[in-house]
């Protein structure tokens, strides 16, 4: 079988639709491409896309992406909610099925080297791919965003990219690029709008704080018109083997109670695997002896 | 896309492994098609084939199937714990996916006439495929089993068959073709080993007692060496959009209580549909607004 990659750019345009449905459609043009999914946000002026399908061609339509978004986005012009470095913030590739994180990780390197020589852009490579060890998390990587990377890439030897020009690409700026596992973005919504309750909550069950592994958390207002003001607990699930749903869940349950509170619902964001929510219902039936190859439609997928 | 359809023909012989093993073989030969599973049960002297395809691969698989068990297989050598009326017992097509239950019932009876044509063999048409009300149960279609079909088909109109001659296959007796729904094998071990509850609770869940619909139940006492002794509730949910897993497991956990038992475990035999065990998930995580297209596998096989 060949191998089943993703590739999960994020543009730092959110508000031009016509420029994001450009990108899109370019990803969409590229034969052996499925394009699963993809997102626009304004507050963040930032949009994800999603694409999956084997290495050559998700590296084919990462590069004619690459090319669109230094043709059409400006970071001269850009400002946003959300931390970036460049009109492509990020480029990670994950792999699907049974292909091994050592392939997106080669894969990671070779598009990286491509994309820096063909568009003159500095390339930092990160998570598993990362070349340096202080640039495995992309919040170092990002540090100082785009205007910081503009005073300090030539000027300090730290920030050297790992390909291409040591000056930032005059509109396109610089861009992380890297492999990872499949990410899980999953909210609980607590039945409270108690704001504080929920950064508690987020404090104690995040990594970087000491909590469970793997497990990045924060504290969200939810003020929609026409529904209860929930205080939301907002996570990325990085390595779901580690720490999956089910045992977030139970221990912000756990921690909700303590206070007196509950979780309302929980709502989960864009794509997960199969695996992640399988191991829920496992869990909650206490089944065994159960594995994947009994879901129909994974058994099927697996010969095809 | 097209059309997804599986098969799971049943065949009237555990014993042989070597004729199970030519069917098996004669179905993974034909191109387009998958063998998903199958299980060879000496006590009920029988076997089940489980594959998947589109529906002209699916067909030619189980007419070389039929035409193999028709040779290999001797109903007046047959005898085993499980109903039965032919060499082939029956032979159910099932939608997949995104496929109409209409296209197996039309395929059903496509096939039927084929076979009966070929093989000069008897057809019954059961499940949605039934062209009489009262064969729309096997149990109703499989009354009397062969032996007791050989002395009425021909002598009782009541008997005729929808297709083929209305004497039995000197060899191969009847057989019957319909369509259904996905079936669901799951079974509940309570944390007991008092038979009489389990029989209790089987009584009180299935359909045929006036319990949960679309639910058949019996119970079974376990008794596996090194192992508890369990007292098992063993079910067919024979559709589990009205009757879905999470349901029959909290009823029965339930009932179980009442007596002072729990559930100990649950065990899923063979294939399940993604969307009953995904359900099971979004219960028990009070999910909100959950799509199975969220599924990276499933949104992927989508696309193929």
């Known amino acids: 079988m060949p191998s089943l990659i993703e590739c999960v750019p994020n543009f730092s345009e959110g508000r031009r639709a016509e420029v994001v449905d450009e990108i899109v459609r370019t990803v969409r043009q590229i034969d052996g491409v499925t394009l699963l999914d993809y997102s626009r946000d304004e507050t963040h002026n930032r949009s994800v896309v999603t694409f999956a399908g084997s290495a050559e061609p998700v590296v084919r339509a990462a590069t004619a992406a690459v090319g669109r978004a230094v043709e059409l986005i400006d970071m001269e012009q850009h400002s946003g909610a959300h931390p970036r470095i460049g009109s492509v913030d990020v480029i990670p590739f994950v792999p699907l099925g049974a292909t091994r994180m050592e392939e997106c990780v080669d894969l990671a390197r070779r ?6 020589r063909t568009y003159e852009l500095p390339v930092y490579l990160y998570g598993e791919a990362a070349l340096r060890p ?3 998390r992309l919040a170092d990587v990002r540090r100082g965003q785009y205007e910081g990377l503009k005073a300090e890439l030539g000027a300090d030897p730290e920030r050297d990219p790992d390909f291409g020009p040591k000056r930032p690409h005059p509109r396109a700026g610089a861009v992380a690029v890297g492999a990872r596992k499949p990410l899980i973005a999953f909210n609980v919504n607590l039945a409270t709008d108690d704001i504080t309750l929920a950064q508690r909550i987020a404090e104690t069950i995040r990594e ?4 469970l592994p793997a497990v990045q958390a ?3 207002q939810l003020e929609n018109p026409g ?3 929930y205080a939301q607990v907002s996570m990325n699930l990085v390595d779901w083997e580690q720490t ?10 756990q921690l909700a109670r303590q206070f007196g509170a509950d979780i309302d619902h929980c709502e989960l964001i864009g794509l997960a695997p199969a695996g992640a929510l399988l191991e829920v219902a496992a869990e909650a039936l206490a089944l065994r002896g159960f594995n994947a190859d009994q879901v129909l439609e994974l058994r099927l997928a697996k010969d095809r």
Chains 1, 2 share one sequence.
């Open 111 to 116: 598009f990286g080297e491509q994309i820096a």
């Open 134 to 136: 202080g640039r495995r």
């Open 208 to 211: 970087s704080s000491g909590g």
């Open 218 to 220: 924060m504290a969200v």
């Open 227 to 229: 529904q209860p003001r």
């Open 244 to 253: 999956g749903i089910a045992r977030v869940v139970s221990e912000i349950r």
